[in-house]
């Protein structure tokens, strides 16, 4: 569990609700005699144009097991192509930290939309050195991981997209991944005695090439109201290095977002990723995380297959609010090495959303996710899908 705490956002927030509701702060503040920084008010308050670009920048505290305390920080800039806002909104965020046993990365996502919708880049950029927890391949696993794994990990994820006609763009996709100097820190409870290393535990680099075709009419990726998503990609990885494995991987995701109201939304997801050949254990299809089956540790269920699906509810904002927002989710999904399965998880929760920037309808998100065995605490800015 990693929870993140962002300071200056809070300031943000508190500033607005004064701003907003002044009657109803306690007698015992006196907001006149706080000066808060012009900055500070164009966050809170989303002044100037709509066209204008927003940008933030934010620290972060984290803490868990496996790193101790984190420290770190945060940016986030969205924009419209050459300030015309009927284009799709842009978005590059990026995260980087440090921790208290001497681990540190660098996270880095983008959506930018080019002229005229035509053509956009999807991507994100992962480089860290951060420990795995690492449960076993499969359903079959225990309550605790056979193996905490140290380990350097860099990965680069492009899609570069054009459009074909109307909402439906085709491209190229690219993934590079590369799993160096793990380090196997076994568990001496192991219930199962398994300490033999899995398929690219001795280290891995692998590059996939492929294709992709999408439908897309979302406007705005980090706050879909109404639309839908409808992707397909094929990517082959061959022997281009040393330690590369030949493996094929089919990708799957379909969204469809529905406005009930004005203020409400209902989304849904299904995804799927299913590989052949020979994987390493670090590209198998991966459960959990901050997208998808939240409340799960990400990898804690891992195998060549996985199907899963979410639905959630949004309220944006709610009713007696204008800027403070939330949500409830519930998820359902499983790996397995051939599909069928009958091992399917469920996971599920609910969270608060914050407009930070009316005028683009962006909110941040802090999201509150369980299941059987375990939570999760997310904090990111932007809707989770």
Not at 124 to 137: A, E, S
Not at 292 to 302: A, D, H
Not at 327 to 347: D, E, I, L, M, R
Request: aromatic share 16%.
């Amino acid at each position: 569990m990693r929870i993140i705490v962002p300071i200056l956002l809070l300031m943000a927030c508190l500033m607005n609700a004064q701003g907003q509701n002044p009657e109803r702060a306690s007698t015992a503040f006196d907001r006149s005699k706080i000066h808060w920084p012009q900055w500070l008010n164009h966050l809170a308050n989303d002044t100037g144009s709509s066209a204008e670009p927003r940008f933030m920048l934010y620290p972060t505290l984290g803490y868990a097991p496996e790193t101790l305390w984190e420290f770190g920080g945060s940016g986030l800039t969205v924009f419209h192509h050459k300030k015309d806002t009927t284009l799709r909104l842009s978005e590059i965020s990026a995260f980087a930290f440090f921790t208290q046993l001497k681990q540190h990365g660098l996270w880095i996502d983008h959506a930018i939309y080019g002229r005229e919708n035509k053509f956009f880049v999807l991507g994100k950029i992962r480089l860290q050195n951060f420990p795995l927890q690492y449960y076993g391949i499969g359903n079959n696993i225990g309550k605790s991981p056979l193996a905490i794994i140290p380990a350097n990990y860099y990965q680069v994820r492009e899609r570069l997209v054009y459009q074909l006609k109307g909402n439906l763009f085709a491209g190229l996709e690219l993934d590079y991944q590369h799993l160096s100097r793990p380090h196997f820190l076994w568990n001496e409870n192991n219930a199962n005695g398994d300490y033999v290393r899995p398929l690219g535990g001795y280290g891995s680099q692998n590059l996939g090439v492929g294709f992709g075709l999408l439908w897309d009419s979302r406007q705005n990726i980090l706050n879909v109201r109404q639309g839908f998503l409808a992707e397909i990609a094929y990517l082959h990885y061959g022997d281009l290095f040393r330690d590369s494995h030949r493996m094929n991987t089919l990708f799957m995701d379909g969204r469809y977002f529905h406005r009930v109201t004005k203020k409400q939304v209902l989304a849904m997801q299904v995804i799927g990723q299913f590989s052949t050949g020979d994987v390493p254990f670090n590209q198998l299809s991966l459960m959990g995380g901050e997208m998808m089956m939240r409340g799960k540790y990400l990898g804690k269920y891992r195998d060549q297959q996985y199907l899963a699906a979410q639905a959630e509810y949004r309220f944006l904002p709610f009713g007696f609010s204008e800027r403070l927002g939330g949500a409830v989710f519930a998820s359902v999904g499983a790996v397995s090495s051939t599909f069928p399965t009958q091992h399917y998880k469920t996971a599920g929760g609910a969270g608060l959303r914050y407009l930070l920037f009316p005028k683009k309808d962006v909110f941040v998100r802090a999201d509150f996710g369980f299941e059987r065995s375990g939570y999760g605490i997310y904090f990111f800015v932007g809707e989770a899908f």
